[in-house]
Every structure is written in C-alpha cells, then in structure tokens.
C-alpha cells in the first residue's frame, strides 16, 4: 500500500444556482513540489481529477497523481482511467453483450452466481448501424428500410431486449432515432456529470469509452472520450480501469478566419489531412486559439469526429460559451448548464486556461487556406482541391481501354449520399444542401438516374429543421429522399444497386464512384461493386448527383441545364453564408430537441411487438445462424507463460500499408460463392437471406469464414488476385483464409500475419482480433499500428510486434515461404520489450528484433491470461465465486 493524499482535504464545496456540490479541488496540488496546473493541457487535468477521485493507494497512487501533475514525462508510468460511462452501437454491443452473456454461462459452469457478470458503470446500448438504404427515391423509403430492418434482425433486435433485462446499468435506444455519436452529443452527455455519494452530490467530468472509433465527437462538448474495441470495453464495464501511457497531448492552434463558401467539412478534410501529415496517432490533440473559439459547437463536432481518420485518440475543445449555448439550444436544463459553467471555472477547464498550458508538441492551422474540397479516392486523409479531384480518379484509376460508351461509364457517380455522424449533426452544412437543392429544383436541374441517391440523418431533429424550413420538399426532388435514421452508407450499408446499374458497370468495364458526407472511404467498405470513393460536404454531395461523374472541374464545368436551356454551374445554385445563419438561426429551435428525445427509449409499434426472453442467462440456440455462443470461455483460456516461444511459424497473409478493419473483417453483404457464403448455403438458406457480416457477428462459424475475406484484400503471398486467398506453404497451392487456417490447425503450425504501415486501420471492430485469433494467428508483425486494433489484438491474446525504424518486409526480402520463430531475448515479457524474430528462407537465417508493443504491465497481464476477458474472468471467479467442490 502507498501513501495517499488526503483525499478529504481535496474535497470541496461548489455553490451553483441554489444548490450545492462536492468535488474534487484540483489546486489542492498546487503544493507539491514541481506542480503548475497551469501547465498541464485541460484534456490532463480531466484525467488528473478522475486519478485523485479514485485513489485506492494500490490501482490508483498518489505517486501515480502527482506524476501527471508535474505534466507526466519520464517519471510517469502508466495511469488508470475509469470511465463515467460506456455508450456503443448494436454492431459492437450486441457482440459485447453475448461475450457478457458467455462469461455468465462460464461462471455459472463454475458453480458460481452468474449476476456477478453485469456492468458496473452505466452503458448506452443505441441501435443505429443495422438499418440498410436498400429502398430509395421514394417518400416510402423510410418506412421500407426500418421495416426490412427488423425483418432481417428480429433475432438479434430479441436478444437485445433480453440483454435488457437481464443487465443492470443498461439503456437501449431502439432503432430509428439516430447515430449513436449525434445522440450521445445532442442528449445523453452532459459536461458535469452528478451523483448522490453518501447524501451529497458528486460533481465530477463526464466521461467515457465507446464502442465505435468515432466516439471522440463528444470532444467537442469537453468530455473527455475515444473509442476503444468491445473487448477493452467489457473489462470496463466489469469495473477494471483502461491502463494507459500518460498520453501526449497536441496543441493545434487555429487561426484565420474561414474564407466564404467554406464548409466544415471542408475545415475537417484539411485538418485530417494536417495532422495525419504531422503524426498524432495514439495522442490527445488539443484545439486552442481564436479561431477554434469562434467555430460554432457543431462545427467542432465535426471536427473532433474525425480523429480516427487523422490517428488521435481525440480531438479535444475545452468548455467555454459556445458550449454553454450549445447546451442550452439543444434543450439540457439550466441546472446542467450552470454547473458546467461553474465546475469548469473552478477547475481551471475553462478554455481560457489553455493559454497558460505547455503541450509536448504544437501544429498551427491557418482555417482562412482552406478552400472547398473533396477527400478521396481511397483514404480520407487524402484530399482534394476540387479541380484535382477528377485527376485524382483518373491517376487512380486509368480508363481501360475496353471501356464502352454507355451510362453510367468510367468515373460515373453511381452513389450519392448524405449520410454519417459526422456531417448530419452540422446544421450549417445541412442546410446548406437543402438550399442548394431548393435552387437546383428552381432551376430544373435533376440528379442523373444512374445515380443512388439518399439522406440519412443522425437524429430525427434534422428532419424536423429541414422541414421547418421548407428544404425537405426540394431534396425529395431530387431523390434525396429520408431512408433511415442510422449509418447506412457510411458504414457500408448502402444496399443494392438496380441490377441496370451494375450490369452497364459490367458492360462498360467501369469503375464507378460513390460521394458521401461520411468520414470513411476505404476500399470496398461503401459497396463491393464501387472501388472508388469520395467524401465531402453535403450540398458538394448533391452537386456531384446532379454532374453524375467525377470527371468534371465541379467549381467551374456545367453541372447541367436550366429549364430554359440555360447551362448552370455551382456557382448559381450555391447559397450564401448570410442565408445559411438565417435559416439556422430561424429554424433550429430547442424545443425539436426536447421532443424529440422525449420518448427516444420507447421506440415504435416494431419494437413494441418484439418478445425478449425473460431471465439471467440467456438459452442459445444451437440452429440459429445469428446467434451462437462465443467460443472464447469453451474450456480453459489457452494456457500461456510470461515468455514467448513460437516456433516453425507461416505467414498465413503478407499485406501492405492501410490495411483496414475494413479489409480484415468486412461489415457488407455476404457473398453466395464466398466462404462464408457457402458455409451459410450448405445449412439452407438462400442467397437472398445470407445477410451481411455485420449481422452476424455472433455467428463464430460466419465470421471466421469472412475474416480477410474484403473482396479489395490484396495478399502478397498471391499477387495479381485480390480477395480472400493464400497461398500454401510449402506446396504452392491457392486456397481460401479459412481453408489455409484449417491446413495449419492439422499440422499443428502456428501463424503470423506480415503487414507494412498503419496496421489496423478504420473502425474499432473487435472481429477483426477475434477473427485473427480463431484463424489460428499468434502474432502480427507490422511496421507500425493504429490504436484500438492493436488494443483489440492483445484483448484477444493476440501478440502485436512492430518492425524496428527502417526494417520491412520488403527488406528482409521476404516473400511468405519462409518459416519464422518468435523468442524472448530476456526470457520475460516486458511491456515495449524486444521480441527475436528468427526467419529460415531459402537464403539462410536472419534475425531481427522486433518492438514489443505490449505498452503497459495489464497489456503483459492480459496477454499472459489469454486475453482480457479471461483476465477479467479469473479476477471475478476468484474473488467473488465461491466455486463448488
């Protein structure tokens, strides 16, 4: 036991409004040797208060408190974090709740009480990434899609009012009322959390972990947040702390003021590009300076929204007025908006403190460069001035010479799509394209009619603006139709395209394009027949429906003619700035907010009509394919010892750079010759009813069968094919992943996966580290890894190692027929220890020494327990079963 700092002393009293507070004084610290809170980057002093609340003098020590608040460095080790909450999307929390559900039966197997397996803090289960675009152009569309929705997932839509019932903590907010990040901003977060501790109420910094890697646009509020993988989440939804690095922290100044036509978005495709350029990936990144203070808190949003496209843990904006009307617009009471007010003041949180701070390292952005733009065609780091942006497809992608003259053809928009978090929740940006759409209709201009056109809203309040301002009839027109209240297209559900579309596509030899307002364009993630996509504002997304082509200057070229035969160009129907403010100043009102999250956990009549079952474990059941038991508690965790000794290991894949969670485990349509497919067939179902991955993903069988199966994968080991193939070693045969998994099994060989940089990429998908890990890979050996898979990939018992500065594949000369052994120079795990990788090529030996990027001692912990659920499970069984004898 440590000594502790006298926790009682830190306690203070906080007047607001008639009421009062505890909290936790942070200038209690100012004492100490060596601290200056004015110092330390707001994001820090929020992790400073949660330390102090939750010494214990064992997790928590004042040595670990007074380390981060002398600013961290080289005496800090790592901290504990304990999230207020936990909100998730039904794509990783519906997996997360049948893991909790397979440690119930786990525990019960060891004659233990099952309800010792419930969250302990509270968690937000909303339903947003299941609903498809798979009807559109028609007012009928939104009631189509929902209804398709729950035909398609009333197993899974079953289990989740189960989950409801059986979990203490759990909220769940039905499908159609939004995106998971718009409702946690609108509604479910609020700056100061308070609770009732021993007849006083706590105030204390919202925050939170979610289930989705766009979680940190709740940065913009001041909460302190970033996505992490179900996986991390269970253990703490358990009550373990997330062990971290004392994160470095960015400051990244704006200034300028934006020039006019400018949108968000395109202010967010510039800083994604900036910091990605500068490398912030695994740090907190501040926004400080005049002109982040004068963006409206929407405009924030968007921006701290993508910082997993530029690689930070999250993108942060102190509280200050705007958040305070923010809050207010948005309908949260007085009381909430006093207390933030005050609490942050009192803190030193306040954005006026920022100014006083020292960051590890600084960036300057000046917002009035920043010109109109589009980010594509594969990455959304990769931007576009908009006259480059044909250039950018045609680079990318040549015209092949076959290539016939029929519609849509090479470089045709075949996909348009407002949709996303990250832009639906900007009112700014989206009433900027229902006037433009009002001004296209004027002029007579339609979209072209090879174009899927859609608007999916991240909230019901968005319809209710737009059509409070008389938009949504002009967007009707132009096939914008509402389709959803969900991610759609931006997570990949984009649904079919009319079967003329993909047969001209064929015919032509064409690589057609999508343009989105979303915030991810990877390779094969929009739809598997579009290889191409771009992502920008949406009025730029109904510019683009309207040319019907991405080869096309859209500042300056003719989008198309006017009724009387007239040409029209951007220009014409582009709205002002002044005329945007108006509109949202006269339209966006707080009463749309109240009433529309008035009811949001009823839901409708089809959520109504569904029957949970009743009780504290949950009855699988063994013909369904949705629903299987996870494997993972099948018997003992595969036993490990705190050293690592793999020998006569294959690379089952060798990958280059970017591979996303994207390529490793695909979210769209199952394939009928896939597989998974095949696998899904051969039990009688018909191709119309395989579904799509994200659908499945309790259905082990399923998954491990999709596990680098994106039909854009492009394996070394085969070059020349993409897909999901490999080749055999020794013997040369191409087969099928799983096929190749299953050989090695036979053999008793282990696998390694060999990738180049930005390993992990994308999305925090937990079943790209489950898949990895059922295939039979013990270890994955990149030059480098994005944050929350590589976390994934240790949760799972998964080793990560990193190639020193300078080595890769391609200097090693290795090709995958070689075999590979992993070994421990020291003998013992250590957290960023060396790991010997030993390779038998044709050529000889070579050795090399890898990183080790298990990061902190519960990392090593994990590791050695066969991953954290098992960690969390032994802990549990352990100190709160009483096993039978």
Known sequence: MHDTIDTGAARRELAVGGKSYTYFALETLTGAEGVDLNRLPISLKILLENLLRHQDG?????????????????????????????????????????DLSAMRDAILARGGDPELINPAIPVDLVVDHSVTAEFFGSRAALQRNMDEEYAANRERYEFVKWAAQAYRNLRVVPPGMGIVHQVNLEYLSRPIWHEMKAGKALAYPDTLVGLDSHTPMINALGVLGWGVGGIEAASAMLGEPIMMPVPEVLGCHLVGQRAPGVTSTDIVLAVTQRLRQKGVTGKLVEFIGEAARRLSLADRAT????????????????????????????????????LAEAYAKAQGMWADHAATAVYTDTLEIDISEVRPSMAGPKRPQDRRALAEVASSFAEAFPKPATSGDARPGHGDIVIASITSCTNTSNPSVMLAAGLLARNARARGLQAKPWVKTSFSPGSRVVADYMAEAGLQPALDELGFHIVGYGCMTCAGASGSLPAEITEAMAANNATAVAVL?????????????????????????????LAGTIDIDIERDVLGHASDGTPVTLADIWPSDAEVSDHIARFVAPSMFRDSYASIFGGDGNWAALHGRQGGTYQWDDTSTYLRRPPFFDGAAE????????????????????????????????????????????????????????????????????????????????????????????????VPVPSAADHYAAADTPLIVIAGREYGTGSSRDWAAKGTRLLGIKAVVAESFERIHRSNLVGMGVLPLQFPEGVTRSSLGLDGQESYDLVLPG????????????????????????????????????????????????????????LSA
Not at 310 to 333: H, K, S
Not at 528 to 536: F, L, S, W
Not at 675 to 682: H, K, Q, S, T
Request: contains cysteine; charged residues 25%.
């Open 303 to 338: 921006i701290a929204n993508m910082a997993p496209e530029y690689g930070a843990n999250m993108g942060f904006f102190p509280i200050d007025d705007e958040t305070l009307r923010y809050l207010r617009m948005t309908g949260r009471d007085e009381d909430s908006v006093l």
């Open 827 to 882: 003998g013992k795990l250590v957290p960023r220890g060396q790991v010997r990788l030993i390779i038998h090529g044709p050529s000889g030996r070579k050795d090399v020494d890898l990183l080790c990027r298990l990061d902190t001692e519960r990392e090593v912990e994990w590791y050695v327990a066969g991953g954290v659920l098992h960690y969390v499970l032994d802990k549990i069984s352990a100190s709160g079963v009483r």
């Open 58 to 98: 064992e997790v928590v020590t004042s040595e670990d408190i007074m380390a981060l608040a002398r600013g961290g460095g080289s005496d800090a080790k790592e901290i504990a974090y304990f999230p207020t909450r936990i909100v998730m999307p039904d794509s990783s929390g519906i997996p997360l709740l049948a």
């Open 517 to 545: 307002s979303g915030n991810r364009n990877f390779e094969g993630r929009i739809h598997p027949a579009v290889k191409a996509a771009y992502i920008g504002s949406p009025p730029l997304v109904i510019a683009y429906a």
């Open 639 to 734: 036993p490990k010892a705190e050293t690592i000794d793999i020998r006569g290991a294959r690379a089952l894949l060798m990958l280059g750079d970017s591979i996303t969670t994207d390529h490793i485990s695909p979210v769209g349509p199952i394939q009928k010759d896939s597989p998974a497919g095949l696998y899904l067939r051969e039990r009688g179902l018909q191709p119309a009813e395989l579904h799509s991955f994200l659908a499945r993903r309790v259905n082990h069988d399923v998954m491990i069968r999709g596990t680098f199966d994106n039909p854009r994968l492009r394996n070394e080991m085969v070059p020349g094919m993409e897909g999901g193939m490999t080749r055999l070693v020794p013997g040369g045969d191409i």
